[in-house]
């Protein structure tokens, strides 16, 4: 394989494995933070709320740059001594050594945490839309809040937040170049670096990736929302 | 013996009082039916017997047994959601809009709770419900979706369901209310022949019809309280209450 394979290669999995590591984190805390936002505690729901408005109302590259950069500096003013990291700039491309450098860390967190916001509300508006009726029935059966949540709301919601969600898959995939600028090589970086010289068509390389790559989601997530709503 | 018995129960939405405190007693294998004109309070005397609504004051009694009492909005008793669960069991309901669970086929809807909540075996939840499903007619419609059924095949797997958890009491929300009108008949068909299995029914309805051939008794309830109550040959033919006289006349022209 010629070098400029593998950097394509590299880059398609780095953005890849940011992508899916980041939405997998992202709905498990949009998870907490929908029951956090729908539940009686004021003060939880005062903490979701402002979460949400954080990460939603600042832009997602100074989350990046934020969380790259702070930890780090605020470790060595308390500690005086530098954070141990290891360093993904250093690394030359070397695959395993990436995707364990601080800044392939750095990106997750900022990306799942990003998502998470959005997600919270994915989920907290596709739990919200399902009619009362159904809370009624499952309690009128005697069912516990938890079980009416997993046997009766959360399967209809399913059917209702796989078409958000895709959306939200497809945002992260292409906003996960943004982590370019904390110097981790992924798939726009690639791009960008092999075009230098005149060499424009490496662009066009990397954009046909993306496309493909959001194509292929966007399919799949058609087929699990039809696969959740099959009894419509 | 008294099934359900509630003394004063008293319920506000905000500065609404719906109830004004309703006392009854129903005795096993009676079929009582509340009528009244909307706004006067049935439905939501029905959700407060099976806690959908909590009662502002009163006490309810299930099978000669204090369930709930409330005074000021303060539990006198305990009402942790364990409690209130099996209360539920013993009271079965249907709603007006059947409220059945859509991503569940016919037979899954009637099998869930009795699995997910008396921890019946799979097999055993089936082969039952399959046969509560026969009796109200519907075992060829087992696999559908509710989505696939007609509202009166709908409210026939409602009933069913609330049935799968062998309910001692059954109450009923208005459950024709919603039906195009050639499909009143069939659900109204499967609750007397519960009338006639000897289940103890409440039933808020408009269907005067039905009150007068099922019920054993007739509440008609205005304005929060119970106006008046008797026999339904009695308060058809000869009501004693004039509002009760003015609403039978506006309804049965």
Request: proline letters at 4%; aromatic letters at 8%; a positive charge.
């Amino acid at each position: 394989m010629s070098p400029i394979t593998i950097s394509f290669i590299r880059g398609t999995v780095i953005t890849l494995a940011l992508t899916i590591a980041s939405i997998i984190f992202g709905i498990i805390l949009a998870l907490i933070l929908a029951f956090m936002r729908m539940g009686k505690s004021k003060i939880l729901n005062g903490f979701a709320w402002f979460y949400v408005w954080i990460f939603r109302g600042t832009p997602l590259f100074l989350q990046i740059v934020v969380i790259n950069f702070v930890p780090p500096l605020i470790y060595l003013s308390v500690t005086g001594k530098p954070m141990p990291r290891s360093n993904g700039i250093m690394t030359a491309g070397y695959l395993p050594m990436l995707l364990t450098s601080g800044e392939f860390k750095s990106g997750i967190i900022a990306l799942a945490l990003n998502t998470g916001a959005y997600c919270c509300e994915i989920i907290r508006a596709g739990i919200e839309s399902i009619d009362i009726g159904q809370h009624e029935a499952a309690k009128a059966l005697g069912m516990s809040k938890f079980t009416a949540m997993s046997k009766v709301i959360i399967p209809q919601t399913m059917k209702r937040i796989i078409p958000p969600f895709s959306n939200e898959f497809t945002l992260i995939l292409k906003d996960s170049s943004l982590v370019s600028t904390i110097g981790l090589t992924e798939l726009a970086r690639v791009s960008r670096q092999l075009s230098a010289g005149g060499k424009w068509s490496y662009l066009f390389v990397g954009a046909a990736i993306y496309l493909f790559l959001t194509t292929f989601s966007t399919f799949a997530f058609d087929k699990l929302e039809k696969y959740f709503g099959r009894y419509e | 013996m008294s099934m359900v018995r509630t003394e004063n129960l008293k319920k506000s939405f905000g500065d609404n009082e719906v109830l004004k405190g309703i006392s009854i007693e129903v005795n096993k294998g009676e079929v009582l039916c509340v009528i009244g004109p909307s706004g006067s309070g049935k439905s939501t005397f029905l959700r407060c017997l099976n806690n959908l609504e909590t009662i502002d004051s009163g006490l309810i009694y299930i099978d000669d047994e204090l369930i709930v009492h409330r005074e000021d909005g303060k539990n006198l008793k305990d009402m942790s959601p364990k409690k209130v669960s099996t209360l539920c069991i013993k009271l079965g309901m249907v709603f007006q809009r059947f409220n059945l669970f859509p991503h569940k086929t016919a037979v899954e809807n009637l099998m869930l709770a009795p699995m997910s909540i008396k921890k019946v075996k799979k097999e055993e939840a089936y082969s039952k419900s399959m046969e509560i499903l026969k009796k109200v007619g519907l075992v060829d419609k087992a696999g559908s979706y509710p989505s696939k059924l007609s509202g009166g095949q709908q409210q026939r797997v409602a009933i069913a369901r609330a049935l799968a958890m062998e309910p001692e009491i059954m109450l009923f929300d208005e459950p024709t209310s919603s039906l195009d009108p050639e499909l009143v008949g069939e659900v109204l068909e499967v609750m007397k022949d519960l009338a006639q299995e000897m289940m103890t029914m409440i039933v808020v309805t408009h269907e005067m019809g039905f009150a007068k051939d099922v019920a054993s008794r007739v509440v008609f309830m205005d304005g929060g309280y119970i106006a008046e109550e008797g026999h339904p040959q009695e308060i058809f033919a000869n009501p004693k209450n004039d509002r009760t006289r003015e609403f039978l006349n506006r309804i049965l022209i």
